[in-house]
């Protein structure tokens, strides 16, 4: 993954900086072409020299400076990086790029790039614990910087807790994350189905279930993270979209089929997590059904199976199904991979706790095609969203 990827590692005044010539080695050995940017207090702790030897490519330092590899250093570098990790990153450089300061070399380069930041975060455990820098990695976190969490431990200041720069593997791996995530779906699109259905019996009564839509509009987020073009069809729910994604909202699972199957041919993955209604009222009164002495029976109409059509329309599009049940969860999943020809389905018994409708996480098996399975932890469904579409992307790669 970090082959040919060029790393700007940022390193700033604190103690841990001496670790981040161990990084810069774990990088190299990885493959990654590493370009160190040091400002002056990280000097203080570590040499130029020890980075430049290491990295095999020149350390930067100052703004103004006649050795320069581009005109404009700060935007060279900016635009040269495919990623970058400020490690250590201390409370001044949070504090400073979240209040959009650039006054150093440093400090321009990361408000120059488009490329993510990840900050592997290291000082004293009261600093880091300050609520000012809580709030400022909080809202760095809400602009789209990434951060790798402090360790416990003995700090070097004396103390002991949270504040021990991670261990470099751990920071090497979310690196890798990212990685993968800037470019694997770029000018791909991905159409994504969430929420529920509402099927209407009149003008004020429908027939719906509880979905909140929340899986589905994580999954959409992901996506697009991850580069690609989204669109995402939903019923009624709560959820809020980023700006990069096209929203089509509907209610029923007519109009769902309608949204889908046009956007369907042009798109390399799909989606279907919506909780779509298997039946909808024969008949919509145009108006309000009044109570009447005695009872009142319903007739039902089967909705369209969507994800059946898609299946049998299906030519290069890797196909994701939801499977939400009660009971043989794994057995009815297998069964549907196999009726609506999908590439995987995304199986979650939604009795169990953690599970299911509503909640922040998620515990859910992926059956595939060819009978493998694999079961994923309990885990948020932002994260649960994240591998159901890295799993996607892997079998994307294997249809081409
Ligand atoms: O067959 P079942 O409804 O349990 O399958 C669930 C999967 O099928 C989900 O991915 C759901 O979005 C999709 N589905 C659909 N159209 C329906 C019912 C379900 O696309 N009418």
Redesign the pocket.
């Known amino acids: 993954m970090y082959e040919g990827k060029n790393i700007i590692l940022g390193i700033t005044g604190g103690i841990a900086a001496y670790k981040s010539a161990d990084l810069v080695s774990r990088l190299k050995k990885r493959g990654a072409d590493v370009f160190c940017v040091m400002t002056d207090a990280a000097q203080e702790f570590i040499t130029p020299l020890t980075l430049r030897t290491i990295s095999n490519n020149p350390v930067f330092i100052k703004m103004f400076t006649e050795k320069c590899l581009t005109n404009v250093e700060h935007i060279g570098l900016a635009d040269r990086a495919d990623l970058f990790i400020i490690a250590p990153a201390t409370a001044n450089i949070i504090g400073k790029i979240n209040c959009g300061i650039a006054d150093d070399l440093l400090t321009t380069t990361i408000m120059a790039t488009k490329a993510p930041v990840l900050f592997a975060l290291a000082m004293n455990v009261n600093m880091y614990l300050n609520p000012i820098v809580q709030e400022n990695i909080e809202n760095l976190k809400r602009k789209g910087y990434y951060f790798v969490e402090p360790e416990e431990g003995i700090l070097a200041c004396g103390y002991e807790g949270k504040g021990r720069l991670a261990n470099p593997e751990v920071i090497l791996d979310r690196a890798e994350e990212l990685l993968i995530k800037v470019k694997p779906l770029n000018g791909r699109k991905v159409l994504v ?1 969430a929420g529920p259905t509402c099927e209407p019996l009149d003008p004020v009564r429908y027939i719906t279930n509880h979905s909140t839509g929340k899986m589905g509009f994580a999954i959409a987020r992901q996506a697009l993270l991850l580069g690609a073009d989204v669109t995402l069809v939903s019923g009624p729910t709560n959820q809020g979209t980023s700006k990069g994604i096209k929203l089509i909202r509907i209610q029923t ?1 007519l109009q ?2 309608d949204a ?1 199957i046009e956007e369907f041919a042009e798109c390399d993955i799909v989606v ?7 039946y909808r009222p024969k008949y919509t009164a145009n108006d309000k059904i009044k109570k009447q002495p005695g009872d009142l029976s319903i007739e039902l109409e089967r ?8 299946g049998k329309k299906k030519v290069n599009q890797v196909l ?6 009660t009971k043989d969860v794994l057995k ?1 999943a297998a069964e ?1 991979v196999k ?2 020809n999908l590439d995987y ?2 199986a979650n018994d939604i009795t169990q706790p953690g599970a299911g409708f509503g909640g922040e996480t998620n515990i859910v098996t992926l059956i595939f095609a060819d009978g493998k399975t694999k079961a994923l932890p309990q885990m948020s469904k932002e994260e649960t969203a994240r591998e159901i579409i890295i799993e996607a992307i892997k079998l994307l790669h294997f249809k081409e």
Do not use: H, Q, S, W
């Open positions: 189905t699972a769902m089929r889908v279907k997590a919506a909780a779509v209604a298997d909705n369209p199976d969507i994800l059946f059509e898609l994701v199904g939801f499977a939400a049940e009815y549907k009726a609506k389905i995304v």
